[in-house]
């Protein structure tokens, strides 16, 4: 399928981490990604997952995957985080951060 080879709309290189064992979408998720690793091995959070997808309509599909899910230690509470290099202009997944939090009451935190 050519749309698999084609470059990221914001020139963003796929980055495999080692220390994670995975390819993220880019080298600030692969940097963030391997922060929070780091911070999971030192017992700060726990129970870190990758490319959490949610559900946002049926009919039609519509789907959204955020980049990271975590539990602080500390006050157990549940964070979501995504990495974005350039968000100006991304009017598509505003609307979807708009969408996640008033179907689901999760607010996303967005890192560069």
């Not at 084609?6 to 980055?15: D, F, G, R, V």
């Not at 519509?62 to 990495?83: G, H, M």
Request: charge should be positive; aromatic fraction near 12%.
């Amino acid at each position: 399928m050519a749309w698999r080879n084609s470059p990221n709309k914001y020139q963003a290189k796929k980055t495999y981490s080692i220390l994670c064992e995975r390819t993220f979408d880019s080298q600030a998720e692969a940097r963030r990604g391997e922060e929070l690793k780091l911070h999971e091995q030192a017992g700060a959070i726990k129970d870190l997952l990758y490319q959490v997808p949610f559900q946002l309509c049926l009919k039609p599909n519509i789907k959204i995957r955020v980049d990271f899910s975590y539990i602080e230690t500390d006050s157990d509470r549940q964070i979501y985080e995504d990495v974005k290099g350039y968000l100006k202009g991304d009017r598509e997944f505003r609307v979807k951060m708009a969408w996640l939090e008033e179907k689901y009451g999760i607010k996303v935190f967005l890192s560069t």
